[in-house]
């Protein structure tokens, strides 16, 4: 384990006001450390040089670099808070940095309190890295705005609208109906006249007429999934009549890690704008902390990517442990060509 010691931090511990800051706890910490055979570096603000008990031996350590004086003028907490960042190191300090917490992610899981027996130093543990509860979401989020830079068209929708069949039947014919009536009509009713065009997506879906003109992809929390895809049917049927449209909507419900419980987006599509296949699939490389949950909701993930893009199937997702990543949120994301994208099937 790598430890950077605060030195004007344990130095200044137990002083009173008639006191100085004392090596001994310093050399304590040390002796501590090298016999858990760690690597530490000691650290310390430009004035404790002017404070510390013992002048002579500390500026000694100072002229061997076996202590690191940080430049007058320079926040030494910053510096030992930036070193311990770049070098994935704990700090022995009782400080608690609260300053930083904007500028430096989990501070708390990298610090080591202390307190003293005596003469000798007892040294705490960290707490535990603070898990990132939206991963999830960062994830994909990560993946879809990939997927823009390569040109492909994603829905952005994440507002959310109260969930409920009532309401994804209305908003559906909203959207629809303001499409209609703002220059595409005669794209539907081009649509309206050509052959089934679904024919291939349609074999995998039960009693669906092939020749939907719309797909309607319904994005929800996966704790509303059951209940959007047992009313799919009726909400279909009600879209087509207030539209009066030949043909019924495909309604196509999908998880979606963005939506939060209770709350659903739409993205409508013309069917011919629907791919059969997802264009690329994805690689998430992963820290250990994180590898578990994320596998166990890789499908999720893969549903929320098809949906957003408008692929029919959806994306492999591969998810790696990667010991490189090693704080808990850490994560790399890749994109690649799905080879079965634009090959017609025998």
Known sequence: MKVIIDASNVAHFGKKDDSSPKLSNILSAVKALESQKDDFAIIADASL????????????????EAIEEVLAGNNADHFILELA???NAKILSNDMFREFNDEFKDIQSRRLPFSFEGENIAIGEAKKPKKDKNILQHICEDILIAIENKRWEVYNGKEGI????????????????????????????GLFSKLPMFDKVMDMVENVETSAPYVIFVLVHPKDYKEAVKSAGNVSVTIADRLRLNKR????????LFMKPGTFELNILYS???????PLNVEIKINSHDEVFIKKNSRNIASTIAGRM????FPFVAVKPDVILEKPGDFETFLEKNEKYGKKED
């Open 49 to 64: 040089r002017h404070e510390i008990d013992d002048k002579d031996k500390y500026l000694l350590l100072v002229e061997e």
């Open 85 to 87: 960042d770049e070098e």
């Open 162 to 189: 109260e969930f409920s069949p009532l309401n994804i039947a209305k908003e559906s014919i909203i959207r629809m109906d303001k499409s209609q009536n703002s220059g595409v009509g005669n794209k539907l009713e």
């Open 249 to 256: 909507p495909l309604i196509a419900v999908r998880n979606d």
């Open 272 to 278: 011919d704008e629907v791919e059969q296949e997802a």
């Open 310 to 313: 408008g692929s029919w199937k």
